[in-house]
């Protein structure tokens, strides 16, 4: 089983999930599978990946880890209130992101004590990438807006990370006999704010 669904709001896919079969999507799907002392495959840098238990709590801990990640990834000059805005902006649309993708990740995946899911990001091309993965075989969905029930709280997620993110897509894998699920959005970094990563 293999599957591959692009949401490019941008005129193409930019976010490159199945150029390569040798990627570290392939690395990050090897680390859900592994046993629980080989978390972290070679081709990652440690800091750039985390894995939680599917768990409600960690949700908040995932949105964490990617704001002190785009702290260290963009850089405002100081004084500049335009740098600071562009870089806010960008911290506020990709933590809420990282939410409803590891709220999604969460209610979806939680199949078994032994599950999780990770959270990868990473920069390429000045595109900052958020790759949420999970062992659930449910395609993502994105609802119109006229779909959704006033008062229903759930059938949102995918919505506002159509929104908040310059593009977004998944993939389904089998892997070791067992389903990876990766989805990825990007966001432009503003070239004024972007380090040397």
Same mark, same amino acid.
């Given at each position: 089983?293999?599957?591959?669904?692009?949401?490019?709001?941008?005129?193409?896919?930019?976010?490159?999930?199945?150029?390569?079969?040798?990627?570290?999507?392939?690395?990050?799907?090897?680390?859900?599978?592994?046993?629980?002392?080989?978390?972290?495959?070679?081709?990652?840098?440690?800091?750039?990946?985390?894995?939680?238990?599917?768990?409600?709590?960690?949700?908040?801990?995932?949105?964490?880890?990617?704001?002190?990640?785009?702290?260290?990834?963009?850089?405002?000059?100081?004084?500049?209130?335009?740098?600071?805005?562009?870089?806010?902006?960008?911290?506020?649309?990709?933590?809420?992101?990282?939410?409803?993708?590891?709220?999604?990740?969460?209610?979806? /995946? #939680?199949?078994? +004590?032994?599950?999780?899911?990770? &959270?990868?990001?990473?920069?390429? @091309?000045? %595109?900052?990438? =958020?790759?949420?993965?999970?062992?659930?075989?449910?395609?993502?969905?994105?609802?119109?807006?006229?779909?959704?029930?006033?008062?229903?709280?759930?059938?949102?997620?995918?919505?506002?990370? /159509? #929104?908040?993110? +310059?593009?977004?897509?998944?993939? &389904?894998?089998?892997?070791?006999? @067992?389903? %990876?699920?990766? =989805?990825?959005?990007?966001?432009?970094?503003?070239?004024?704010?972007?380090?040397?990563?």
């Amino acid at each position: 089983m293999f599957t591959v669904k692009s949401h490019s709001f941008t005129g193409g896919p930019l976010w490159g999930l199945s150029q390569s079969p040798d990627s570290q999507i392939g690395h990050i799907m090897d680390v859900l599978n592994a046993p629980a002392d080989e978390w972290l495959p070679s081709g990652i840098e440690p800091g750039r990946l985390r894995v939680y238990a599917a768990d409600a709590a960690q949700v908040r801990e995932a949105r964490r880890f990617a704001v002190k990640w785009l702290y260290l990834i963009t850089n405002p000059q100081a004084g500049d209130d335009a740098q600071l805005r562009a870089q806010h902006h960008l911290i506020d649309r990709v933590q809420e992101v990282v939410s409803e993708l590891a709220t999604n990740a969460v209610r979806h /995946a #939680a199949r078994g +004590d032994d599950d999780q899911f990770a &959270v990868c990001l990473s920069v390429a @091309r000045g %595109v900052a990438r =958020v790759d949420v993965m999970d062992h659930s075989p449910d395609a993502p969905v994105v609802h119109s807006a006229g779909d959704l029930d006033v008062m229903t709280e759930s059938g949102r997620g995918m919505l506002l990370v /159509a #929104a908040l993110s +310059d593009g977004w897509e998944y993939e &389904v894998r089998e892997v070791g006999g @067992r389903v %990876v699920k990766v =989805v990825r959005a990007g966001f432009h970094i503003p070239a004024e704010i972007r380090t040397n990563t």
